[in-house]
């Protein structure tokens, strides 16, 4: 009777033990994956910062040309 109980809690051990070890392994990927997530979001991070000033700078250069254009229209205006 008690080899029966003893084999039972050994499988239950080995169970537990398997189990534990495909958890590590999940977390291993997980911690991969988390790393790989942060990267791209640092990547995306920095285009978003880079697009941002191309934007203003493109801002810029409208109000410029815009400035140019009222001053050519004023002229033809003056003509």
């Known amino acids: 009777m008690s080899f029966e109980v003893f ?6 051990v080995q169970q537990a033990l398997d189990t534990i070890t495909l958890l590590q392994m ?3 990927e997980l911690k991969e994956k988390n790393k790989t997530l942060s990267h791209e979001v640092q990547d995306a991070s920095g ?3 880079a697009l941002v000033r191309e934007n203003e700078q493109l801002k810029s250069e409208q ?3 815009q400035e140019r254009l009222r001053a050519l229209l004023g002229k033809m205006d003056d003509v």
Do not use: G
């Not at 084999?7 to 239950?12: D, G, M, W």
């Open 7 to 12: 084999e039972k809690l050994e499988a239950k």
């Open 26 to 28: 999940e977390i291993e």
């Open 47 to 49: 285009n978003r910062e």
């Open 63 to 65: 109000v410029a040309w």
